[in-house]
C-alpha cells in the first residue's frame, strides 16, 4: 500500500502534466470550478493512471470531485455505492446542476419505471454517474447489468462503513471487494472524512484493493475545540448539560446514545427555559437534538443529513457548540466536526457509561 499525502512530484513526465491540465480544464468547463486542490490532483491523476485510490479528507473539502471529473476525462460510466438514499439524491441533484454528464440513481424508494429510464440512460450514454446502495449490489441481475455497462470506476463512498473498527460499521459493505470483481475490476476509489489507521488498513483489506494509493489531507483545524470533562455518577452529568446548555449564548447540537436520551434531556431543556430545535423546525439557532449523531434520523432541521449547522446561522453567529454524551472514539468525534466557523465540541461522560460494546467506556480515545 503505496501511502502520500500532498501534490503530484514536481518532475513528472509532460503526459502527467498534459493530464493534470485536462483535469483542470473539465474542472472549469464543466462543474465551475476555478482550480483543483493539491489532494485532489492527485488523487485523480492516480486513478488516470489504472490505480486504486483511498482518499481521506475532511467533509466539505470536495471528495466528490475527485471521482466526477476523471469520469469526464475517462469517457465511461462511474459506479457510485452510496448507503443513504438521501446522500445519493443530494449528488444527483449536484451533478444535474452543472454542465457535467447526467446522473442517476437506482433505489427502492422510486417507482419500477424511474429505474428503468436511468439504467437505459446510462446504457445509451445519456447519463455517466451511476449511484446505488450496497444493497442493490447484492443482487446478481443488477451485477449482470453493471458488467455489460464496463464502469470505468468504481467508487465507494462513505468507505469506513466497511471497517468494524469504524463508528458507522455496515455489513453489506463486506461485499464490495467481490462486487468489483465480478464487475471486470475497474479502478476502486474510497472516500472518507473520517479513518483512523486500523479503519483505512481495513478499508483496504476489505475492498481488496491492490497497492492502494492512500492520500490524506491534514486534520488540524485550528476553528475546532475538543475536550473531555468526567462526572462522578450520570445524574451530575445531566445537571452539568442543563446548566451549559441554558446558560450559553450560541447554537449548539446536543449528541445522545439513545432516543431516550435525547427526549430526557428536552424536557430538561425545556424546564430551563430552552425550546430544543426539532425535526423540521425552522429555527435553527436553539439546540438540535440527534440521536446518534449528526444526520441521523431524529436530527433537527428537516433531518438533512448534509446539512452544515454553521453554514445556515447568520455571520454574527457563526459559532457551533456541541455536548456529546455518546460513546467515545477518535472516528464519531471527527465526523460532526463541520466547517465554516468556530466549532466547540466538550465530551461528557460518567463512569459507567457504555459504548455500545458493553465493556468500559473507552474515553482516552478522545483525550
Not at 489504472?50 to 479528507?57: A, E, I, S, W, Y
Not at 438521501?86 to 417507482?111: H, I, M
Not at 472524512?193 to 492502494?212: F, G, K, Q, S, Y
Request: glycine letters at 10%.
Amino acid at each position: 500500500m503505496t501511502r502520500r499525502t500532498g501534490s503530484p512530484k514536481a518532475g513528472a513526465d509532460a503526459g502527467g502534466h498534459d493530464r493534470i491540465a485536462e483535469l483542470r480544464r473539465v474542472a472549469r468547463e464543466r462543474f465551475g470550478w476555478s482550480d483543483l486542490g493539491p489532494e485532489q490532483t492527485e488523487a485523480m491523476r492516480a486513478l488516470l493512471d489504472g490505480r486504486d485510490v483511498l482518499v481521506v479528507m475532511p467533509t466539505g473539502s470536495g471528495k466528490s470531485a475527485i471521482y466526477q471529473v476523471p469520469t469526464v476525462v475517462l469517457g465511461g460510466p462511474a459506479v457510485v455505492v452510496s448507503p443513504l438514499i438521501a446522500l445519493q439524491r443530494d449528488q444527483v441533484t449536484g451533478l444535474r446542476e452543472s454542465a457535467a454528464p447526467d446522473a442517476v440513481a437506482v433505489n427502492s424508494a422510486q417507482p419500477e419505471s424511474a429505474t428503468d429510464r436511468g439504467w437505459r440512460a446510462v446504457r445509451e450514454g445519456d447519463a455517466e454517474y451511476l449511484f446505488l446502495s450496497p444493497e442493490q449490489l447484492a443482487k446478481d441481475s443488477v451485477l449482470k447489468r453493471l458488467r455489460e455497462l464496463g464502469p470505468s470506476l468504481f467508487v465507494v463512498d462513505e468507505a469506513h462503513c466497511v471497517s468494524a473498527w469504524g463508528h458507522d460499521f455496515r455489513p453489506d459493505y463486506l461485499g464490495l471487494g467481490e462486487v468489483a470483481e465480478r464487475l471486470g475490476r475497474p479502478p476502486v476509489l474510497a472516500l472518507t472524512a473520517t479513518a483512523a489507521a486500523p479503519v483505512r488498513a481495513d478499508i483496504v483489506e476489505n475492498l481488496r484493493m491492490r497497492d492502494a494509493h492512500v492520500v490524506t489531507a491534514g486534520t488540524d483545524r485550528p476553528n475546532i475545540h475538543l475536550a473531555v470533562r468526567t462526572f462522578t455518577d450520570d445524574a451530575a452529568k445531566r445537571d452539568a448539560v442543563s446548566r451549559w446548555s441554558a446558560g450559553a449564548s450560541t447554537p449548539g447540537i446536543l449528541y445522545t446514545a439513545t432516543r431516550k436520551d435525547a427526549e430526557t434531556h428536552a424536557a430538561r431543556l425545556r424546564q430551563d427555559g430552552v425550546e430544543p430545535c426539532g425535526q423540521g423546525t425552522r429555527d435553527v439557532l436553539g439546540f438540535l437534538q440527534a440521536y446518534g449523531q449528526f444526520g441521523a434520523p431524529v436530527a433537527g432541521c428537516g433531518g438533512d443529513p448534509r446539512l452544515d449547522p454553521v453554514a445556515v446561522l447568520p455571520q454574527r453567529r457563526r459559532q457551533l457548540v456541541g455536548l456529546d454524551v455518546t460513546r467515545c472514539t477518535v472516528d464519531r468525534h471527527g465526523q460532526p466536526a463541520v466547517g465554516g466557523g468556530r466549532v466547540v465540541r466538550t465530551r461528557l461522560r460518567a463512569p459507567h457509561d457504555d459504548d455500545g460494546s458493553g465493556g468500559e467506556p473507552r474515553s482516552r480515545d478522545c483525550q
